[in-house]
């Protein structure tokens, strides 16, 4: 037993008799009671992870992806589970970027759910991790580990209701889920504390004696079923498979982790194979307490939590077999067969470039220096020097990741996977052999130099920063991290996982840089353009592609000592790393929520100093309102397409502040551009000057509006594929007065823009504007007017001649059912989407409104409520 107390939270490390092993969370915050209200910073983390969609480029490799199938169960926090998987297909393409204001009105009535919720205790937690997972399935039952984690909760011995948990949880405030992964999967749960100890023994049932009745199959089997469909349009999903299936037979990497109807209930049945016995079986042999790490977070005491564990979780069954191991294996792959060409066609329009490392396990590194994020923080870096950087100067690429995405599918106990993914555009998928042989110069510089001990530092500076001043993490999501952290590290890392660097050792990085040779690297190109010469179909998700060898003058040039690009070299040293992190005295009254501090004809600002998270932190937003974006579906083209450029611009000189960890994002939104900044307040303003410089200095070449315009013409055709964008571009047109629809704007693109358009709208844009701000955290009252004081005398605009009306109006729909039926425009997508609208009586507004409501009274920009 050890006992420790950091941040507020007093922690215990238990092992029971069974073998497992649990760490217990005592809350000392709020124990007085006080609100557990959510700091301006997690409020915009959770306003972002609604406009996830709305940035310019993001990639499909962040996806959740296969190897982790992520199951939304019911409760009542179920939309926010659901919403990590949302994410899914976002190679680079900027979707519905250019509706966020209504992304926000949407978002608003959970927000202000979440917001009451806050202003009570915090949620109670646990999550538990098992040490098995979808390597381990039977060769013949492919899915079994994630239908077992479907079954188990399907009633128990003790509480055998089949819904009965889900309905506890949901009845008081809580919610669950879980997700399998390659060789653990998690389970996890919140619940309001006072019915902690009773959900605690409800969930643990499930470990001790699940019933996993046989008439159950045939429903969850559907389920699985169902995930799998939702999967299989998604890019990231199926490249992973079609990677999975070039790993040499008998390698679990080869396997089929969804599972489906096919391989868990129709091939079973022809085989004569019981599913319902393996189904036991393998619980029995996978779900045994010695292979099991268990978090639990609350506000009772560490003696409470010790004895409640004790009590409950001693009951799970020890098998006393050992538990399941890969490491033994070797590498997944016979280089000859894996040095190709794969060319696949994709569900949506992209071209994209991965190129592949299968390199030996890196888990044992995780407290040295991380070497493939040391990699992966230098080729994805995009600044002077970088692959992106050059790229983008030929007009070949729009964004570039590096590294390990750190699932089960890409780290594990038998091998690692680096890649490096290039977002092409259309000229550069002309000259993709010469975007691959870019990159392997970079590399190829690295390993020549060697590793850099102020590279290391930096990083290691930017991490540590980060995090000692992380934001609180929801508890269900720290629970869930630790359990996973429980299997991977020493009981002294559990905390820090693999969050921090402690070690230089260059020779670690070295030995990694010098297993990416071109020889070793595997080539995967995405696009549509390969429709009709991919003749292959892989078995799964059915994703058309062809294998070719590399071409021969690039195979013989890159197994020779080829030469380097002078233009290549690395970073220069980070000037947006902060320093200073004293707390700033305030030089007004505290107030509870942010008040109008300076108020012109051409702008206000609202302003709150943070008197409660005391933390070296800011958030501002900027919102430049102009009347001439409605006007018409080219305009609301013409700004999308300003928007992406000025994105492009500054991807490059904003790039040292973003891994600084000083956040910008800038949205097109329905009635004007949405600045976003927020990080470390030392150098915070340095950014935001930098973006309104660039604002001001607004200039394009013909090359680079050719290529954004390209990509503005996948991203809409994106947009309209997905059952889901689809279904709400078409219910805001229904409501909203004056909405262009995403046809609309998608057909005015396609008619063509010229150069001198977006001349004359961006020069009217900027020629008038109204601009509102916000400006909270560890900032002086002057300080935050500095903001909004250089914005005008920047950009030197004239106030708007007529105030601007009521942004948002909304149809008053007729009091009778209506229905709308939309054909899905990818006739591919088994996955259909049902939106069911209720519109109530007129109630007092609570949108934002740059002007106020629509009531006449003014609303807070953080809170959205109506002021004296």
């Not at 209200?37 to 962040?62: C, G, V």
């Not at 470990?207 to 799998?228: C, G, K, N, Q, T």
Request: proline share 5%.
């Amino acid at each position: 037993m050890s006992i420790f107390i950091a941040n507020n939270y007093s922690f215990r490390y238990i092992r029971l008799q069974n073998g497992l092993c649990a760490l217990l969370i005592s809350d000392l915050n709020y124990l007085d009671g006080s609100p557990a209200a959510l700091s301006s910073e997690e409020e915009e983390e959770e306003e972002e992870d609604n406009d996830d969609d709305e940035s310019e480029e993001e990639s499909d490799e962040d996806d959740d992806s296969g190897a982790e199938i992520e199951d939304g169960r019911e409760g009542f926090d179920d939309e926010d589970c659901d919403e990590g998987d949302e994410s899914e297909d976002n190679d680079g393409d900027n979707e519905d970027f250019n509706d966020p204001d209504d992304s926000e009105l949407e978002e608003l009535a959970e927000k202000e759910e979440t917001r009451k919720r806050g202003c009570t205790e915090k949620q109670s937690a646990a999550a538990l991790c098992v040490a098995v997972g979808s390597f381990s399935d039977p060769e013949d039952l492919p899915g079994l580990a994630h239908f077992l984690e479907h079954m188990v909760f399907m009633g128990s011995l003790k509480y055998p209701d089949e819904n009965g948990f889900d309905a506890f949880l949901k009845k008081h405030g809580g919610s669950d889920n879980a997700s399998t992964d390659c060789e653990r999967t998690v389970f996890q749960f919140d619940v309001q504390r006072k019915y902690f100890k009773e959900a605690l023994d409800r969930w643990a049932q499930f470990f001790i004696h699940p019933l996993m009745i046989r008439d159950a199959i045939d429903r969850e089997v559907e389920a699985v079923d169902s995930e799998y469909q939702l999967a299989r349009p998604s890019d990231a999903n199926r490249k992973e498979m079609l990677f999975g299936s070039l790993a040499r037979p008998g390698h679990p990497m080869k396997k089929f982790f969804w599972g489906n109807a096919d391989t868990l209930k129709h091939e079973p049945k022809m085989n004569n194979i019981d599913t319902y016995t393996r189904l036991r079986d393998f619980w029995q042999r996978h779900y045994s307490a010695h292979y099991m790490t268990l978090v639990v977070q609350s506000k009772e005491t560490l003696d409470t939590l010790e004895k409640w564990v004790t009590e409950i979780f001693s009951e799970i069954p020890n098998n006393g077999l050992p538990k399941p191991s890969f490491g033994h294996l070797t590498q997944p792959f016979d280089t000859p067969e894996f040095h190709k060409l794969y060319k696949v066609v994709p569900i949506r329009k992209v071209h994209s470039l991965s190129i592949t490392w299968a390199l030996p396990p890196q888990e044992q590194y995780y407290r040295y220096v991380k070497p493939l994020h040391y990699i992966s923080w230098l080729v994805g870096h995009e600044g002077k020097g970088s692959v992106l950087s050059f790229l983008r100067k030929k007009f070949w690429a729009l964004a570039l990741y590096g590294g390990n995405g750190e699932t089960g599918f890409e780290q594990n106990s038998t091998y690692s996977i680096f890649s490096i993914s290039v977002t092409l555009t259309d000229e550069g998928y002309k000259h993709f052999y010469e975007v691959a042989h870019v990159v392997f110069q970079y590399v190829k510089m690295l390993q020549k130099r060697g590793p850099d001990k102020r590279i290391w530092e930096e990083i290691q500076k930017i991490e540590a920063n980060e995090f000692h001043y992380q934001e609180q993490t929801d508890p269900v999501d720290y629970v869930e991290s630790l359990c996973e952290n429980m299997q991977l590290f020493q009981k002294e890392d559990f905390l820090t996982g693999d969050q921090l660097l402690f070690e230089y050792k260059p020779e670690i990085i070295a030995d990694a840089l010098n297993q990416l040779s071109p020889q070793r690297a595997n080539l995967v190109l995405l696009s549509a353009a390969n429709e009709g010469q991919c003749h292959l179909k892989e078995r799964w998700f059915g994703t058309q592609y062809s294998v070719e060898d590399i071409d021969k003058y690039w195979s013989d040039l890159w197994a020779s000592d080829f030469e380097l690009n002078q233009d290549l070299h690395l970073p220069e040293e980070n000037k947006y790393i902060a320093t200073d992190f004293a707390l700033k005295v305030a030089d007004c009254p505290e107030t509870e929520y942010p008040v109008k501090t300076l108020s012109t004809q051409q702008g206000c600002l609202w302003y709150r100093k943070d008197d409660k998270f005391k933390i070296p932190k800011g958030y501002v937003r900027f919102h430049l309102i102009s009347p001439l974006i409605q006007q018409s579906a080219e305009n609301i083209v013409l700004f999308d397409t300003f928007v992406n450029i000025l994105s492009h611009n500054l991807g490059e000189p904003a790039y040292e502040a973003d891994v600084a960890q000083l956040e910008y994002k800038l949205v097109a939104g329905e009635h004007g551009l949405i600045i976003r900044v927020k990080g470390f307040n030392h150098k915070l303003p340095l950014l935001f000057q930098l973006i309104i410089d660039y604002l001001s200095d607004f200039s394009f070449t013909p090359a680079v509006f050719e290529m954004i315009t390209e990509q503005l013409k996948k991203t809409y055709f994106n947009i309209l594929i997905k059952p889901e964008t689809l279904a709400k571009d078409v219910r805001l047109l229904i409501l909203e007065h004056g909405r262009w629809s995403m046809i609309d704007k998608y057909q005015t693109l396609m008619n063509g823009l010229s150069i001198e358009s977006l001349s004359s709208f961006v020069k009217a844009f900027k020629s008038q504007l109204f601009v509102e701000g916000l400006v909270q955290g560890n900032f002086t009252s002057r300080e935050a007017k500095d903001f909004l004081n250089y914005v005008v005398q920047k950009l030197q605009f004239a106030p708007l001649a007529h105030p601007c009306p009521v942004q948002f109006r909304v149809v008053d729909l007729p009091n009778t059912h209506l229905l709308c039926k939309v054909k899905t425009l990818n006739k591919g997508d088994a996955n259909s989407e049902v939106t069911v609208y209720y519109q109530v009586t007129c109630q007092e507004p609570k949108g934002i409104y740059p002007y106020g409501a629509a009531c006449g009274k003014c609303l807070c920009p953080l809170t959205h409520q109506c002021l004296p």
